[in-house]
């Protein structure tokens, strides 16, 4: 069965300290989301990482992908207050002739001031 | 530029009941997606529509089901409700199919069953 798996499950960091977040995945894709979502909001596109070696970087994350190794990376720099929240990695699968999504357990992180 | 309006934002039903969930998305999306989110199962993925074509699928029974409108609309059906099928349901929308571009979410449907 296909699974998605994220670590650390739980984060805290102290405000300017770098982590990295790993999403390993079970099934063949070369196709990575990452998502943000704020306690009792609703989710928040980050990366759309459409291919082996696809990096993105948005202000102090950064996101990549190997399928090959099937590990995705979310790279925190220099970690701010604001960047406390949930993060979900999913990843796009065959089912019954089209595609379904599986959601990784997320990740959810405290920066610490 | 509105962003996506899911209606109504919290709705109680009891056992067996059927409910309709609506979501409207971003002006010129053609994609809209339907998700789950328990505290038990997480988050997980029910189908997407685009042009009024359901193109994706999750694995849930087939009493959830949706349609999608010429105006990119979509609504979700839930029949012969469950205690289980207490949850927080998003709706997100995208131009083209969810596959290669980012998404926008809704606040969500936060539907309990007593």
């Known amino acids: 069965e296909l699974k998605v798996e994220q670590n650390p499950l739980f984060l805290s960091m102290q405000e300017g300290k770098n982590y990295t977040i790993y999403c390993n995945y079970s099934t063949t894709s070369d196709r990575l989301y990452w998502y943000r979502q704020d306690p009792g909001k609703s989710l928040e596109s980050l990366f759309v990482l459409l291919s082996n070696g696809a990096v993105k970087q948005e202000g102090r994350l950064m996101a990549s992908l190997d399928t090959k190794a099937r590990l995705s990376t979310l790279h925190i720099t220099a970690a701010v207050h604001d960047l406390s929240a949930t993060y979900f990695c999913a990843v796009d699968s065959p089912y019954s002739g089209t595609y379904k999504y599986i959601f990784g357990t997320g990740t959810r992180l405290k920066v610490l001031a | 530029k509105a962003g996506v309006t899911q209606t109504p934002r919290y709705l109680i039903k009891t056992r067996g009941q059927q409910v309709t969930l609506s979501c409207s998305p971003i002006s010129g999306h053609r994609s809209v997606s339907w998700y789950q989110q328990t505290p038990g199962q997480g988050l997980q993925f029910l189908f997407e529509?685009?042009?009024?074509?359901?193109?994706n699928k999750g694995n849930f029974p087939g009493r959830f089901s949706g349609r999608q409108f010429s105006n990119s609309r979509s609504e979700m059906n839930v029949s012969t409700l469950e205690l289980g099928d207490s949850a927080l349901y998003l709706c997100?929308?995208?131009?083209?199919?969810?596959?290669?571009?980012?998404?926008?979410f809704g606040d969500g449907t936060r539907l309990s069953i007593l």
């Open positions: 997100a929308s995208s131009p083209g199919p969810s596959r290669n571009q980012p998404q926008h």
């Open positions: 529509y685009f042009s009024e074509t359901q193109r």
